[in-house]
């Protein structure tokens, strides 16, 4: 498979997380009027800062994992099959 | 629409991730099963997310939005009783024939089940109709850039004119989608499926949460609106006490088992993905995951369409981040803006007069109404991405069937793998540039979502027939099946030559035959023609088959139920059983159709 999903995403939802929550510290409160005074902003973006981490983690993780058991069999072959009676 | 640099920054940020994510797997593209396959190495969650968002599109997004400000919850039998119920099926019962017949593609699988000619019409029919969804999609997505102004900064900034908007959309959008699948092919095209699934609900979960506190939550949304909008069964039991204009029989039978079954069980654009897992228990386990977070999805994508008309109606106004709503001139209803005629910028009316709603303005006004810059820029990133990503399904479906049944089954038989992996990459280019075409001409319709089930109801309703009975009845030939194809979509054009829905004047929505019935909706037309298409090729199938010489037994084995190796999933956990994981679906789904009774 390569490249593990996990690490971009993960990524990605980090620095856009990270974005938003200083975006939302730093701007006119003004604003959040739309967001029925709500710094969505803010509290979005820490939202995203925080499982953006977690996906990165798990994907370094299973990374390290994976490449750690690279030469152990896995996949269809471990599937067991019986011939149905007609 | 006025985005500052927030907004920007992550709509480019989103753009960057996506073409990385293609390189990143790019020195993976060895072979043309790495490329259309993605080398069937995919864990089953990857796919299972990648399963349900190429279908996630925007005919759902925008699509589910529209309808669910249109009809209200009922829109959510298009999920609990639309799609459920066939994934369940398909991850049971048909996964073992698909993965485990070894078939590159449905039209492959229907050429080892059955002959050549039944892959040949299927082949053909499901290339033209994955570009055209794709084009639906382009399309889709440059009408809103441009309704929304978008690029109307950035584009006066190069000293181009605004009016390039819906252009300039089109070509940066195949650009992107293009590249992406040129250099990472499947493998690439689910990865950013799965991107963009969690990119739509960090996008929408925001939208929702907003919404409701506004409206005081599903108790205000219930005080708000008629009964029949927040109740999906009641009124079912005839076509004339429902929003939906269909009964109880039609809705379950047309949507519930034709169109549904027809849709998620025998198209290759959603199977593809499911084909390209790691072993063919993670294969079978693809929809049946896919559909845990499929049948939350209507609180994701229905409920902006209830709380966008439950809100009270306001003029368009401006706010001090110089955003507004699109210019609502005509009394809507809630956030939803009057539909205005381009050419004359007057209110598009109905035969009797009443101003016709842009529904698809839904989910947009919503954006606009409650998200400040910075989290604007996420929920349009996340709109853009449903788009791009139901525009790349259907170019990777499309590129392997046209290079596996069609170039290597008509034009080339013999050639070397990297010659098909060229030719994939050319059918790349020329899926794109077709959807380009197709964008240009798609055509005038309220509601993109029936317009799609009409095309389904055509092209998918007579296929299910075709595989249920390839499948499970051993009898079934390949004169049969093309005989049932051939006579399912006859009838199919036929009823809808011969039906019209109330109030529609006979051309495209029907009756341009003569019209012999009158239905009270455009849906119930289109289940209905869905039945009459999927039954014709029921019977023909059958009695074509009856009459024709059988394939020998020995040739089926793999390929039909009674003649394979069953699947043995008891070393499994209980929790990584598809039976397990089927049952426990379904209840899940009539809790929810309970619920919301």
């Given at each position: 498979m390569g490249l593990d999903i996990r690490l971009p995403i993960g990524l990605l939802f980090a620095v856009i997380g990270a974005l938003m929550g200083g975006y939302g510290a730093l701007s006119?409160?003004?604003?959040y009027q739309r967001s029925l005074g709500l710094n969505i902003n803010l509290a979005w973006g820490i939202v995203l800062l925080i499982f953006g981490l977690t996906i990165l983690f798990l994907g370094y993780r299973g990374t390290k994992v994976r490449l750690r058991g690279k030469t152990s069999s896995s996949g269809s072959n471990s599937e067991g099959i019986h011939r149905r009676d007609v | 629409m006025q985005l500052t640099g927030i907004d920007w920054t992550i709509m480019v940020l989103y753009f960057v991730f996506v073409i990385a994510i293609g390189f990143g797997v790019?020195?993976?593209?060895?072979t043309s099963v790495d490329f259309?396959?993605?080398?069937?190495?995919?864990?089953a969650w990857v796919c299972g997310l990648a399963f349900i968002s190429a279908n996630l599109g925007a005919q759902e997004v925008i699509g589910m939005a529209a309808s669910g400000a249109k009809?209200?919850?009922?829109?959510?039998h298009f999920y609990w009783v639309g799609a459920i119920p066939a994934m369940v099926f398909v991850g049971i019962f048909m996964m073992p024939f698909y993965y485990g017949s070894h078939a590159r593609s449905v039209p492959e699988y229907l050429r080892l089940r059955f002959d050549e000619k039944t892959r040949g019409l299927n082949a053909i029919s499901f290339a033209t109709m994955t570009v055209f969804s794709s084009g639906i999609s382009m399309y889709a997505m440059a009408k809103l850039i441009q309704t929304l102004r978008v690029f109307d900064a950035p584009l006066k900034a190069l000293g181009?004119?605004?009016?390039?908007t819906f252009h300039v959309s089109i070509v940066v959008s195949a650009v992107i989608v293009l590249a992406y699948i040129l250099v990472g092919g499947l493998t690439s095209a689910i990865y950013n499926e799965v991107l963009q699934f969690f990119l739509i609900v960090a996008g929408f979960l925001p939208l929702v949460l907003l919404g409701l506190k506004n409206v005081g939550g599903w108790s205000g949304i219930r005080a708000q609106l008629p009964a029949s909008y927040t109740?999906?069964?009641?009124?079912?039991?005839?076509?004339?006490?429902?929003?939906?204009?269909?009964?109880w029989f039609g809705l379950v039978?047309?949507?519930?088992f034709v169109l549904s079954f027809g849709y998620w069980c025998?198209?290759?654009?959603?199977v593809q993905r499911a084909m390209a897992a790691e072993s063919m228990s993670a294969a079978r386990r693809t929809p049946l995951i896919a559909a845990l977070p499929k049948m939350l999805f209507p609180f994701l994508v229905i409920l902006p369409g209830l709380i966008a008309v439950s809100l009270p109606t306001a003029p368009a106004q401006t706010t001090n981040a110089g955003i507004h709503t699109v210019v609502e001139q005509y009394s809507g209803k809630g956030l939803i803006p009057v539909k205005v005629?381009?050419?004359?910028g007057l209110p598009k009316t109905d035969r009797n007069g009443r101003p016709v709603l842009d529904y698809d303005l839904a989910v947009p006004n919503m954006l606009l109404h409650y998200f400040p810059t910075g989290m604007l820029g996420l929920g349009l990133t996340a709109l853009l991405a449903s788009f791009m990503s139901g525009m790349a399904g259907n170019v990777t479906a499309f590129n392997t069937v046209w290079t596996y049944d069609i170039y290597r089954a008509?034009?080339?038989?013999?050639?070397t793998d990297a010659h098909y992996l060229l030719m994939g990459r050319m059918a790349t280019v020329l899926g794109v540039a077709l959807s380009v075409a197709a964008a240009y001409a798609a055509t005038r319709f309220n509601n993109i979502m029936d317009f799609l089930q009409l095309v389904f109801a055509f092209v998918n309703a007579p296929l299910f027939a075709t595989f249920l009975l390839g499948m499970f009845w051993k009898r079934t030939t390949g004169h049969g099946a093309f005989a049932g194809l051939v006579s399912g979509t006859a009838a199919a054009a036929l009823h809808h030559g011969l039906t019209l829905p109330e109030g529609a004047v006979a051309g495209i929505k029907g009756?341009?035959?003569?019209?012999?019935h009158v239905y009270p909706s455009e849906m119930a037309q289109n289940f209905w023609t869905a039945i009459w298409a999927w039954t014709t090729c029921f019977v023909i199938t059958i009695l074509v088959s009856v009459i024709t010489e059988p394939r020998k037994e020995e040739e089926l084995v793999g390929l039909v139920y009674s003649l394979t190796e069953r699947t043995r999933?008891?070393?499994?956990?209980w929790y990584q059983r598809p039976t397990w994981l089927g049952v426990g679906v379904l209840a899940l789904a009539l809790l929810l159709n309970i619920v919301f009774w």
């Open positions: 006119n409160k003004a604003i | 790019k020195r993976n593209m060895k259309f396959l993605a080398g069937r190495s995919i864990p009809y209200g919850i009922a829109t959510s181009l004119s605004p009016a390039l109740h999906s069964w009641q009124g079912m039991s005839s076509a004339h006490t429902n929003p939906l204009g269909v009964e039978m047309g949507l519930g025998t198209d290759f654009l959603v005629d381009e050419s004359t008509y034009l080339k038989k013999q050639a009756g341009w035959l003569t019209a012999v999933d008891e070393h499994l956990p």
